[in-house]
């Protein structure tokens, strides 16, 4: 039988966001809880990947925090498919614009993330801050462009 899925909290995603922007930010409470809650599905939660979808693309929607919610969202997707076994086959320089690129409507989102999903065994169930701290170091260009002016501009 699979394991139960792991969620990030509220506390997760105001972690992630100070360390992509280096800065305490405001944010809106309501909007933060409600981008926390688009990785459930209603029912059983038991499709990571259409809840990964629907994650990544609802975060970015909702704008919980004055700055840093793209590569919040985009750090909080990874680190929702790590400690749930999963890695994406993703380099750094692609990263920023295929994130972005979920945000358009224009990808079946569930579809691009098991295309690019791996299953990856862990030694013992990951912590956030673990896979956190992995995402952090694998993708420092992609954080770069996702926290620019630019980024949080873009639709």
Same mark, same amino acid.
């Given at each position: ?75 909080? @997707? ?11 086959? %993703?380099?750094?320089? $692609? !990263?920023? *614009?295929?994130? +972005? ?11 691009? @993330? ?11 169930? %990951?912590?956030?801050? $673990? !896979?956190? *701290?992995?995402? +952090? ?19």
């Amino acid at each position: 039988m699979p394991r139960e899925l792991q969620y990030l909290t509220v506390q997760d995603h105001l972690w992630i966001n100070f360390q992509v922007t280096r800065k305490k930010n405001r944010w809106n409470f309501a909007k933060l809880e409600e981008g926390t809650y688009m990785q459930y599905a209603y029912g059983k939660s038991t499709e990571l990947m259409a809840q990964a979808a629907q994650y990544a693309t609802g975060f970015v929607k909702k704008q919980p925090f004055t700055t840093g919610n793209e590569a919040t969202g985009f750090v909080g @997707l990874l680190c929702f498919l790590f400690v749930n076994g999963y890695h994406l086959k %993703l380099r750094d320089d $692609e !990263a920023a *614009e295929w994130f +972005l690129s979920l945000q358009s409507g224009s990808l079946d989102v569930a579809d691009e @993330l098991r295309h690019r999903a791996r299953r990856d065994e862990h030694e013992h169930e %990951l912590s956030v801050a $673990e !896979a956190g *701290e992995s995402v +952090l170091k694998s993708y420092p260009r992609a954080l770069e462009a996702l926290t620019a002016p630019v980024a949080a501009a873009t639709p």
